[in-house]
C-alpha cells in the first residue's frame, strides 16, 4: 500500500500543489520581466513590471524547490551570488569576449544610434547616442564600479580597522583623539565631502577609489572599537596579558581574528554603498569621465527628452546597478546575521 507523500516542511500545500504554484509563478515572472522589458510602457511602469518579474521569478523558484527538496530553500541569496559571480567573470573577461565597442565613437560610426533593445541581435541592449553597444558598456561599467568599490572598502577596512582595534584596546586619551576625528568625519555629509574632494583630486580610478575609502574608514573604526572592548575583557585576553604578552601580540593575536568577521560583514554591506556613491558622482560629473564608462555617467547620458524616447538608456545601466546594490546588501545582511548577530538585531 502506498502511503501519502507528507507536505513539505513548513508548507501547508501538498509537494505537487506547491511544485504547480512555484512553476505557475515561475511563468508569470518571466512574462512580468518580457513585458517590463520589451513592451512600449512608460519608464516607471517598465522598472515595475521588472522588478515585480524579478521578485516573482525568485518566489516561484523558490517553491519548485522546495517542493522538491522538501525544506525552504533560500533561492533569492543563491540568485544574488549568481548574479555578483557571473558579473564579476564577465567582467574580468570582458576584454576577450566578443563584445560591441564601448568607448572609441570613431569605431562605432557605422552602428545605428539609439538602437532599442533586441535580445537576438547584435546589440542586444540597444546602443546609446554614439552608437556604443550598451551591453559592453555595462559591462565595462561594471569593472570600473567594482575595482573602485573593492579597493575602497579594502583599503578603509584596514586603516579604519587596524584604527579601532588600538582605539578599543588602548582607551584613554587615544581613545579620545581618534573619537573626536571619527565624530567629525562623521559630522560632514558624505556627498558634500566627495564632491570637495573630487574637486581637488583628478577624475582618476585610484583618486576616486581614495576619496571613497575616506567614506568607510569613520564606520569601520566605530565597529572595530565596539568589538574590540567587548573581546578585550575576555578570559583568552586576560590570560595573555597574565603571561607577560606585549600589547601589540594582543590585538594582533587575541582581538583581530575576532574582530575580523564583524568587520567583514560589515565589508560585504559597504560595497553596495560605494557602488551608489561612485555611480553618484560621476552622474554629477565628478567621478570617472565619459567615454570611460561607469553605470553613472551612462544614466547621465539619458538628459532631458532621451529619457522618455529612449528609455533603455537608463534602464540598461539602472538594471545592472540595482541588481548589484541588492545582491551586495542581501549577502551583507546574511553575513551579519551570521558573524554578527547585534548588528542584525539594529
Not at 23 to 44: E, R, T
Not at 46 to 75: E, H, M, N, T
Not at 228 to 235: V, Y
Request: proline content about 6%.
Amino acid at each position: 500500500m502506498l502511503m501519502p507523500r507528507k507536505n513539505p516542511v513548513g508548507s501547508k500545500l501538498s509537494a505537487r500543489s506547491l511544485g504547480g504554484l512555484g512553476a505557475g509563478m515561475v511563468v508569470a515572472g518571466l512574462a512580468l520581466l518580457v513585458l517590463g522589458w520589451s513592451a512600449p510602457l512608460l519608464l516607471f511602469v517598465k522598472a515595475v513590471l521588472f522588478l515585480a518579474g524579478v521578485i516573482v521569478l525568485a518566489q516561484g523558484l523558490s517553491r519548485v524547490v522546495w517542493a522538491v527538496r522538501g525544506g525552504r530553500p533560500d533561492i533569492l541569496l543563491w540568485l544574488c551570488c549568481g548574479w555578483l559571480v557571473l558579473l564579476a567573470v564577465v567582467a574580468l573577461l570582458a576584454p576577450v569576449l566578443p563584445l560591441g565597442e564601448h568607448v572609441d565613437v570613431v569605431k562605432a560610426l557605422d552602428a545605428p544610434i539609439y538602437e532599442p533593445p533586441k535580445l537576438l541581435s547584435a546589440y542586444p541592449l540597444g546602443t546609446n547616442n554614439y552608437g556604443l553597444d550598451m551591453l559592453s558598456r555595462s559591462i565595462y561599467g561594471a569593472r570600473t564600479s567594482l575595482v573602485i568599490a573593492l579597493s575602497a572598502v579594502a583599503i578603509g577596512t584596514v586603516v579604519g580597522g587596524s584604527i579601532g582595534v588600538v582605539a578599543g584596546f588602548l582607551r584613554s586619551g587615544v581613545d579620545s583623539v581618534i573619537g573626536i576625528v571619527t565624530n567629525a568625519l562623521l559630522a560632514v555629509p558624505p556627498l558634500v565631502l566627495l564632491i570637495a574632494l573630487a574637486t581637488v583630486l583628478e577624475p582618476k580610478l585610484r583618486n576616486v577609489a581614495l576619496a571613497l575609502a575616506l567614506l568607510t574608514i569613520p564606520s569601520m573604526i566605530r565597529l572595530a572599537r565596539a568589538n574590540t572592548i567587548a573581546f578585550a575583557q575576555r578570559e583568552f585576553v586576560l590570560a595573555a596579558r597574565a603571561m607577560g604578552a606585549t600589547k601589540l601580540r594582543i590585538m594582533w593575536r587575541e582581538l583581530v581574528p575576532n574582530v575580523v568577521l564583524p568587520i567583514f560583514s560589515m565589508m560585504v554591506v559597504m560595497i553596495s554603498v560605494l557602488i551608489v556613491a561612485e555611480a553618484s558622482l560621476s552622474f554629477l560629473g565628478f567621478g570617472v569621465q565619459a567615454p570611460e564608462p561607469t553605470w553613472g555617467n551612462m544614466i547621465s547620458e539619458a538628459e532631458g527628452s532621451t529619457m522618455q524616447e529612449h528609455p533603455h538608456i537608463v534602464l540598461v545601466p539602472g538594471v545592472f546597478l540595482f541588481l548589484t546594490v541588492f545582491s551586495f546588501n542581501l549577502l551583507g545582511e546574511k553575513a551579519q546575521k551570521r558573524w554578527d548577530p547585534r548588528s542584525a538585531k539594529l
